[in-house]
């Protein structure tokens, strides 16, 4: 039998991957930018392809990597990169809004491929991911790991990687749904807001960044 401690570790971190996940951001515009014109294919590549930077991420913060965020020059690059795909995304977002209402086609290999190479992006080019999960080392004795060994951090990182892989089809199903029954005049808007919302968070980016390196 499983005893309770990985029970209560597989707990917290399924609780933590899902609140991670669902938290509002670029990746959730994205994938509804993507997925209200192709369903839920183009939304769920985004989704997958997030969870493997989000996996790199974690993997990397749970074996203690805290030495990539004392490295100035990596964490620029990895900021102006992510600021720079925000505002592509945010720009593409807004000439789809604007674009003659037309009969989506079905979703090609390509667009599959680039969803998901966006999706991976986003989370990779995000170094703050690895500063959440540096700080959740040192919450982990909270959860009664006083000294979490290896097994307790593989535990914890399957726990939230189950989590991400059941938000991955939840988030796709509810944009599938806003695919299917909103008007095509409500899906422009909706793209148009996700283009605001991507700009407005690749230039907040862009200006840390800038400010980081003239100051």
Do not use: Y
Not at 50 to 63: M, Q, R
Not at 148 to 171: I, Q
Not at 181 to 200: E, H, W, Y
């Amino acid at each position: 039998m499983i005893d309770t401690a990985i029970l209560s570790t597989l707990g917290a971190a399924f609780l933590f991957g899902l609140s991670f996940n669902a938290a509002p951001g670029p990746v959730w515009a994205e994938s509804l930018r993507r997925g209200l014109t192709g369903g839920f294919g183009p939304a769920f590549a985004v989704q997958i392809g997030s969870l493997v930077g989000d996996a790199t991420w974690a993997i990397l913060g749970l074996l203690g990597a805290s030495l990539l965020i004392d490295t100035p020059l990596l964490m620029s690059l990895l900021s102006l990169a992510g600021g720079a795909l925000l505002v592509q995304m945010g720009a593409q977002g807004l000439r789809d809004a604007l674009k003659t209402p037309e009969s989506p086609p079905r979703p090609t290999i390509g667009q599959t491929k680039g969803a998901l190479m966006a999706g991976a992006g986003l989370s990779l080019g995000n170094p703050q991911n690895i500063g959440t999960w540096v700080a959740l080392v040192g919450v982990l004795p909270s959860l009664g790991l006083e000294a979490p060994t290896d097994r307790d951090l593989g535990w914890f990182f399957a726990g939230f990687m189950a989590a991400s892989v059941l938000w991955c089809f939840l988030c796709a199903g509810i944009i599938a749904l806003a695919h299917r029954n909103v008007s095509p005049s409500a899906q422009r808007a909706m793209t148009g807001a996700c283009g605001l919302f991507l700009l407005a968070a690749g230039g907040l980016v862009l200006w840390d960044w800038g400010r980081s390196v003239l100051f």
